[in-house]
C-alpha cells in the first residue's frame, strides 16, 4: 500500500506540474491564480481519537502549492503513545498506532499575507497494533480523508499550521477517526 500511495504521489505531481506550467503560459488572464509554484515542509504533532482510545504521532508533511489556491502534499505519521481499551471480563487491550501516511489535494484561501485558511481531501492507509496478554496483533486500514485548517506565517519562510482531518475508513470493524494537528511550517 506504501508503494502504491508513493506511485499516486509521483504520478499526481507529474500530471498536475505540467498543467500549471502551461496554464501560465497559454492563458495569461489565468498567470495570477497558479503563478509563483513553491514548495513547503511541515513538522508536528497529531493526536488520533478513534474507538475509543487516543493515540498521539509525530507528523510529518511535503507539499507544493501551485499560485495562491491549489496544492498537493505527502503525509506520514510516526506513533509515539498507546492506550488501552477495557473489555468486560478480559484484560485491557493495548492499542498503538504504527505508521500512517497519505496524500491529498489542497485548497487554499490567503486572507491576508500571513495567514491562508486551507482544506483538503485525499485517500490514506494506516496501520496499527493491539496485544493482550502477550499477544500481538496488527491492524490496517485505507480511508478517504478530508480536513480544514489555517496556517500563520511568521516572516515568509516560517510559520504555524493547525488543522482537523476526519479519516473514514474503508476497513469493516474501524470507527473512523478525528486527527487533530499542530505543525511548524517551513516554506522553501
Sequence with gaps: MKALITAASALALCAVIPAVASAQTA?????????????????GYDNTSLDHVDLSAFQ????????????????ASWGTSSDKIA???APDVKVKQDTQEAIYGVGFLPLSPQFDLLAR????????????????????GNSWNYGVGGQYSFDGKNGVRVDYTREAFQTHGIEDANVWSVAYVRKF
Design 87 to 89: 473489555v468486560t471480563g
Design 121 to 140: 481531501v485525499g485517500y490514506g492507509h494506516s496501520e496499527g497494533t493491539g496485544q493482550v496478554a502477550g499477544v500481538t496483533s496488527g491492524v490496517t
Design 60 to 75: 510529518g508533511r511535503l507539499g507544493a502549492r501551485f499560485g495562491q489556491y491549489f496544492g498537493i502534499e505527502g503525509e
Design 27 to 43: 492563458a495569461p488572464a489565468s498567470a495570477s491564480v497558479f503563478s509563483g509554484t513553491s514548495f513547503y515542509g511541515t513538522f
